[in-house]
């Protein structure tokens, strides 16, 4: 990602509204185009075309929910070492390959979220929908486009094509509306459910036919072998990522069974206090995610580049020099990114009774939404320096933490959930706060020890 930042930087020092606009527009799409277009698209159809779910706006609701929970749940360890590969690929300037990989991906994980999809589907049985089959295809369909869209955006940042990326999403929500509202007339629930996954579908095809207008893929049958060595390699890598994917949903998943409520002719459950305050929270993180990648991830890349440059001449002054001035980029980096959404989340925190009233109907309670906004601020922090190991290659330190924050997340959820007067969102505060901590003296112990941990593996090839 640091690539892209610098692209970002470059737009950015240009000066001007234009430049400012394209960056935010590009950065959040880069951090969240998928999961955004979907808050934006369940608000704009409960809004605009709520006769589509006059059959069941909780089958609806809760099939886009389960599609991302479980897209990220099942397969986001997949996802990191996808990413791992793909950017070992991109570096030596092997993009046909990595389109290559791209595809054989997205055939795995493909018929893999599609099987996932149909078991889940069967048990859905009601006669509340007028017509069953198509909202159990549409769904499936929905799930897979969605683990599909996850591995074409983490390849597509590639082209530094942000603004006909963000067309191609403003193009697909518009379809989903616009299919939405006609389909939804003539098959109600089903047909919204259709028009939904459409839009995705669409916007699937689009990326894809936009990445094979720049690289022409090689053999996807090749890259099997190389991508399951790294599956192999990377063992702590794939743990981390299954851990963090499940962390961040785990708290979300004990309050449906302990606090919430079957959706109408389903074994899906949802529990609405909480669920409409974290999916607002996490709106508020998109802002630290952009700052985060064009300047954090940015300067600490460039830093850490100065430094393994300086170690080639092994002159110890100078070698020592850059380690702390990597140190204190580190620090500083941390420091600006915490303050500049520090400020946002207190705002936030101190009009909590307002957002409450105002932008989610009343259902929350105060309490929960300050204690989901300072999560979200520590998960911004959390996620910031695990990015940082990962650069490091701490990949069993990185493991480790995400132990702590599943468990953590985990077990305090349960234990307040289960409490005569609950707090809702004090797991996943206390999971970021812990974890935090724990990555700090991670990251400064790995800068501390890095010319050591280079010169040791130096050692060990000779």
């Not at 499940?246 to 074994?267: M, N, P, T």
Request: charged share 15%.
């Amino acid at each position: 990602m640091a690539g892209i930042g610098f692209e970002l930087q470059r737009v950015l020092k240009k000066g001007g509204m234009t430049g400012a606009f394209k960056v935010a527009i590009a950065g959040i799409i880069i951090v969240a185009g998928p999961w955004l277009i979907s808050i934006l698209g369940i608000f704009s159809l409960s809004r605009f075309a709520g006769f589509a779910l006059e059959e069941g706006s909780g089958l609806f609701t809760a099939a886009i929910v389960y599609s991302y929970a479980f897209s990220l749940f099942l397969f986001g360890g997949l996802h990191y070492i996808f990413t791992r590969y793909v950017s070992d690929l991109i570096y030596i300037r092997e993009n046909s390959r990595a389109f290559a990989t791209l595809l054989l991906s997205m055939l795995v994980i493909g018929v893999l979220s599609a099987i996932t999809g149909l078991a889940g589907v069967y048990y859905i049985r009601t006669d509340q929908i007028s017509n069953l089959l198509i909202y159990r295809i549409s769904a499936v369909v929905l799930f897979v486009s969605v683990n599909l869209i996850w591995l074409v955006m983490i390849f597509i940042t590639l082209l530094k094509k942000y603004m006909t990326i963000f067309m191609v999403y403003l193009i697909g929500m518009g379809l989903s509306f616009v299919s939405v509202y006609f389909l939804g007339r003539e098959y109600m629930l089903a047909g919204a459910m259709a028009g939904f996954s459409i839009g995705q579908v669409s916007i699937l095809i689009m990326l894809l036919i936009l990445i094979r207008r720049y690289i022409t893929p090689g053999n996807p049958g090749r890259e099997f072998k190389p991508l399951l060595g790294y599956l192999k390699k990377y063992g702590y890598l794939l743990g981390a990522g299954v851990l963090y994917s499940a962390g961040i949903w785990i708290d979300k998943i004990v309050l449906w069974f302990v606090s919430g409520s079957h959706v109408e002719g389903s074994y899906l459950l949802l529990f609405e206090e909480y669920d409409i305050t974290v999916y607002f929270a996490n709106l508020t993180l998109i802002p630290g995610l952009v700052y985060f990648m064009v300047f954090s991830e940015t300067n600490f890349y460039v830093a850490l580049r100065r430094f393994l440059v300086k170690i080639s001449t092994r002159i110890y002054s100078g070698i020592q020099e850059e380690k702390y001035r990597l140190l204190k980029t580190m620090r500083s980096g941390l420091i600006e990114q915490s303050i500049f959404q520090g400020v946002i989340t207190l705002g936030l925190i101190i009009l909590a009774g307002s957002i409450n009233v105002t932008l989610l109907g009343g259902l929350s309670s105060n309490t929960t939404i300050r204690l989901v906004l300072g999560g979200v601020f520590f998960h911004l922090l959390f996620l910031t320096l695990l990015t940082f190991l990962f650069y490091l290659e701490r990949y069993k330190e990185s493991f480790i933490t995400q132990i702590f924050f599943f468990s953590i997340n985990f077990g305090v959820t349960l234990y307040f959930a289960g409490t005569d007067s609950p707090l809702y969102g004090v797991g996943y505060l206390s999971a970021g706060v812990v974890t935090s901590g724990l990555a700090v003296i991670f990251l400064v112990r790995g800068i501390k020890r890095i010319d050591r941990s280079i010169f040791g593996l130096l050692k060990k090839d000779e």
